[in-house]
């Protein structure tokens, strides 16, 4: 499976970027889509989760300023991120867990390349 993030870009302070993630390959369900983020010299962190059930849970960090949301027919994931912040700079990445028809529909955890976000003050 290959997951493709596009959408990252340099943006002011309070604009907005959404982000994209394509999966594609042998695919049978995705259950869990989510993006992270990596800033430079700290660990990645978990911004946005979404389930194939629709529930979405977010890092207290950009609650009311983040949206995730899925569409499961394309097995797409994105993520709305709006009133940026510069501590909101980092690589952000698409993580995906899916249920792949080989080896007897077991779930398999996959990343995607990672997009930068950049956020000027």
């Known amino acids: 499976v290959l997951l493709v993030e596009s959408g990252g870009g340099l943006v002011q302070a309070g604009g907005s970027l959404r982000l994209s993630c394509a999966a594609s390959?042998?695919?049978?369900?995705?259950?869990?889509m989510d993006w992270y983020r990596q800033a430079p010299g700290k660990q990645r962190e978990l911004v946005a989760a979404?389930?194939?059930?629709?529930?979405?849970t977010y890092a207290d960090s950009v609650k009311g300023r983040f949206t995730i949301s899925r569409d499961n027919a394309k097995n797409m994931v994105y993520l709305q991120m709006n009133s940026l912040k510069p501590e909101d700079t980092a690589v952000y990445y698409c993580?995906?867990?899916?249920?792949?028809?080989?080896?007897?529909?077991?779930?398999?955890?996959?990343w995607g390349q990672g997009t930068q976000v950049t956020v000027s003050s």
């Open positions: 993580y995906a867990l899916v249920i792949q028809p080989m080896g007897g529909m077991k779930e398999y955890a996959y």
């Open positions: 390959g042998s695919i049978f369900r995705i259950n869990a």
């Open positions: 979404s389930t194939s059930g629709g529930t979405t």
